[in-house]
């Protein structure tokens, strides 16, 4: 079942819905983009052949999905556990669809694997038992058929690797041919660029012993997923890579950043690029172009995500998502404030009663990162609070929130005179 990407939601729901009327198959056409209406859903594999005896000139067409194997899997795609198996068209790159026929049948090879594999009699051809022979020779027979359906695809020949590495003792059935896997050696230099790729952009932790086998066996163009938890709020990343046509170095092109806020129902997704030489066009908020370099570690492309603004030095100015606007591209639309605009980060700060004044250029620091950064407080009565902080530039001031992330009303901010009077009186007029 191949669907498109756009239609994931919609048809997880559609199929979660029928679950709770005991549909345990659907049937479908096998074609790239399959939609909601496309789904005949059955509660029993007896209506199958009712199906069937009932449209006999095509029934030979529809193929049959577990409906609820289908769900588990849309789930774990969902939870960012799980990388979905992405199809492109040659002459539409943009028109992304999943495969998720695919990816069920090697989840439901893999399950039937690990019970086989157990269970099997790796030493029948030591026995002297003609027919614990024969049942060996019949029993190993089917595992490696599985086996072989199952590394069809390079994710799922890695599987079947690692169930074979699992299960099967050595010196007794030697291994297929086609499990075998090529094991290219990368120099010291080649791996520590790859892995510096990974550094630079501050997401070490997605160079993992799995993408490495995959750099080894020199696959062209790598998706890899990386979910990542943010106090509360959770991210699942797609990472795309591309192999040096030269050598064994690999560039990160782009990630996707999926942003699940916590408490709220929708999530948010930006596609950053990296080390693009070709500067990406933008629009403004005035509806002009400009050309813009994207230039963001993983952390910064989460605060950014997020709703905080960031800033550039190299342009001296600061950038906001705009989640009101999308563009064509699928990417939400940016705001630019450049030096012009009048916002001055090192004058505002000065505007509120910090407790430890003399860590001011480390706070500015984390501000222009994004951070939603924790800093003490002094009130008129010198009582000291923790409070978040993040720029504010439409307003010339900062965004504050209190220990639990709430945002502090701006008539608490004057009372207790965490913010000066002179800022507090503008704020009052601009609200």
Known sequence: MVIERNDFKEIKEVVGQHLRYDTTAILFLPRNGIKKNDLIFCPGYEDIQLFNRHHTSDSDSYKTIDAHALFRIMNKV?????????????????????????????????????????????????????RVWLNGVTEIRGIKEDLKELSQSYEGKYAAHILWKTYVPEHSVAKPDFLQLKHNIMDESTSAFNEGQFKKLGMQEAYTPELVEQMKQGVPFIQHPFPKGFEGDQTNSLI?????????????????????????????????????????????????????????????????TAGRPVYHADSQSWEQIDLSRKLASGNYATQRFDKNYGFDLGKVIDNYSLANPQYKSSLMD??????????????????????????????????????????????????????????????????
């Open 78 to 130: 969902e939870r960012g556990e799980l990388q979905p198996r992405i199809i492109t068209e040659p002459d539409d790159s943009r028109t992304q669809y999943f495969d998720l026929g695919r990816m069920v049948r090697e989840h439901e090879l893999v399950d039937r694997l690990h019970h086989k594999m157990k269970h099997a009699d790796w030493y029948y051809d030591y026995s002297d038992d003609r």
């Open 240 to 304: 795309h890579l591309k192999k040096s046509p030269d050598s064994d170095k690999y560039f990160i092109n782009k990630f996707d950043l999926n942003l699940q806020k916590e408490g709220e129902k929708k999530a948010i997704k930006q596609t950053f690029y990296v080390n693009n030489t070709k500067k990406n066009e933008q629009e403004t908020e005035n509806g002009q172009k400009q050309k813009y370099n994207h230039n963001f570690t993983f952390k910064r492309a989460y605060n950014f």
């Open 366 to 431: 984390s501000l222009q990162r994004g951070n939603l950064q924790k800093e003490k407080m002094v009130d008129k009565n010198g009582k000291v609070d923790d409070f978040y902080l993040s720029p504010s530039i439409r307003t010339g001031s900062l965004n504050m929130y209190d220990k639990d992330k709430k945002p502090v009303e701006l008539e608490t901010q004057i009372e207790r005179a965490l913010i000066s009077k002179e800022l507090g009186e503008k704020l009052k007029f601009f609200f």
